[in-house]
Nanobody, 115 residues
Framework: QVQLVESGGGLVQAGGSLRLSCAAS????????MGWYRQAPGNQRELVAR???????FYADSVKGRFTISRDNAKNTVYMQMNVLKPEDTAVYYC?????????WGQGTQVTVSS
């Protein structure tokens, strides 16, 4: 199993920045894909960004150019730098790990962007 602990959420004004962190209980070298998802009230959970063990990244169109996902293998931690935040980015953000044909979720961290 993989335990994931997110941090870094909070309240920010539109145009501001936040950095989310996700600490994993296992080495990132063996985790196939790490990703960030978000879920706003009344909406389905959606993929925001992901990064593979090889370093390949993917971003949802809505965050391209504003969000950056990265990983620190020495700390078993994945980050997501979020810049130029918009009110529509308001959601609970969840870290996800895909390893050994199974997926694992963190508990989520709230991001609220005020207009």
């Amino acid at each position: 199993q993989v335990q994931l602990v997110e941090s870094g959420g909070g309240l920010v004004q539109a145009g501001g920045s936040l950095r989310l962190s996700c600490a994993a209980s296992r080495s990132l070298f063996i985790i196939d894909v790490m990703g960030w998802y978000r879920q706003a009230p009344g909406n389905q959970r959606e993929l925001v960004a992901r990064i593979t063990s090889g370093g390949s990244t993917f971003y949802a169109d809505s965050v391209k150019g504003r969000f950056t996902i990265s990983r620190d293998n020495a700390k078993n931690t994945v980050y997501m730098q979020m810049n130029v935040l918009k009110p529509e980015d308001t959601a609970v953000y969840y870290c996800h790990a895909f390893w050994g044909r199974s997926g694992y979720w963190g508990q989520g961290t709230q991001v609220t962007v005020s207009s």
